[in-house]
């Protein structure tokens, strides 16, 4: 069974500070990962994907990626309160017709 | 990113009865659409796979008589919850997959139909 696994949280943080979410998959063939968003009552937004080892930044969220530890993360730095969502995990795993399989996600709560 | 829309956005039936949500994708071709449905709390459920010109593949525990799938065309899928009843009430989305390299693809997503069966 291939699956990917966040903690469910709920995050809080404050105002300003870094969020960092961890994501861990099982499949040590996985391609490509992505971290979506998810505001309540919407549907997810997808914020960044990174395929090879290292770090990706994109304005204030930088994606971490570790094949070797089969593990991803996102960074947040100065979390804004609309940063306030659900952060969605998805992994493609190989063979799987560019299929996306999600985590359960983590609620993130930027306090002001 | 890619631009996909769903319509309608919400919609309330009376249980027995048939619902269409269509899903376009505005400002690429898309070969491969997929289907989810989200309940509260709860992540999304990927429901089937739609290829254009072919038919759709269903995931494991999700009826096809069901809940039909076309995608008669590489700018829109349709989904049809056919005799409908309240459990079916849930939040569906559609994503399409858009190639951005060589080897990788990107999943954007529409923005839901919610359906409440009464």
């Known amino acids: 069974q291939k699956e990917v696994e966040q903690n469910s949280g709920p995050l809080s943080v404050p105002e300003g500070a870094i969020a960092s979410l961890n994501c861990t998959y099982s499949?040590?063939?996985?391609?490509?990962f992505f971290w979506y968003r998810q505001y309540s009552g919407k549907s997810p937004e997808l914020i960044m994907s990174?395929?090879?080892?290292g770090d990706k930044e994109d304005g204030r969220f930088t994606a971490q990626l570790n094949k070797a530890s089969q593990y991803v993360s996102l960074l947040i730095r100065d979390s804004q309160p609309s940063d306030s969502a659900t952060y969605l995990c998805a992994v493609t795993f190989s063979g799987s017709a560019r299929q996306l399989t999600f985590g359960s996600g983590t609620q993130l709560t930027v306090l002001p | 990113g890619a631009v996909v829309s769903q319509h309608p956005s919400w919609v309330i039936c009376k249980s027995g009865t048939s619902v269409k949500i269509e899903c376009r994708s505005l400002d690429f071709q898309a070969t491969t659409m997929f289907w989810y449905r989200q309940f509260p709390k709860q992540s999304l459920m990927l429901m089937a796979t739609?290829?254009?010109?072919?038919?759709?593949?269903?995931e494991q525990g999700v009826e096809k008589d069901k809940f039909l799938i076309n995608h008669a065309s590489l700018t829109l899928s349709t989904l049809t919850v056919t005799s409908a009843h309240p459990e079916d009430s849930s939040f569906y989305i559609c994503s399409a997959s858009v190639r951005t390299g060589v080897s990788y693809n990107e999943q954007f997503f529409g923005p839901g139909t919610r359906l409440t069966v009464l």
């Open positions: 499949d040590r063939v996985s391609q490509s």
């Open positions: 739609s290829n254009e010109g072919s038919k759709a593949t269903y």
């Open positions: 990174i395929y090879s080892n």
